[in-house]
Nanobody, 116 residues
């Protein structure tokens, strides 16, 4: 059973930066396609950034050029660098891995990002 633990969220002013981390248990992290998702109150969960096991990356248009996803396979950790934050980036952020034809994440946990 894979466990994911997000951290690094907080409250920042518009234009500020944060770095989110996601520690993944087990020894198969390097084989996973990993992603960051977010959900704001009253809105659907949306994919923010995805990084494949080969290092290829995709961003949502809304964060392109401001957010950077990366991974450290030696540390079983996924990162999301958030720069030039906007109030509309306020949401709960989750990490997830793609397995068995669907995304699996700790949807009940996450890390809160609040931009004012």
């Amino acid at each position: 059973h894979v466990q994911l633990v997000e951290s690094g969220g907080g409250s920042v002013q518009s234009g500020g930066s944060l770095r989110l981390s996601c520690l993944v248990s087990g020894d198969t992290f390097s084989t996973f396609c990993m992603g960051w998702f977010r959900q704001a109150p009253g809105k659907l969960r949306e994919a923010v950034a995805v990084i494949n096991s080969d290092g290829s990356i995709t961003y949502a248009d809304s964060v392109q050029g401001r957010f950077t996803i990366s991974r450290d396979n030696a540390k079983n950790t996924l990162y999301l660098q958030l720069n030039s934050l906007k109030t509309e980036d306020t949401a709960m952020y989750y990490c997830a891995y793609f397995g068995s034809a669907s995304w699996s994440g700790s949807w009940g946990q996450g890390t809160q990002v609040t931009v004012s």
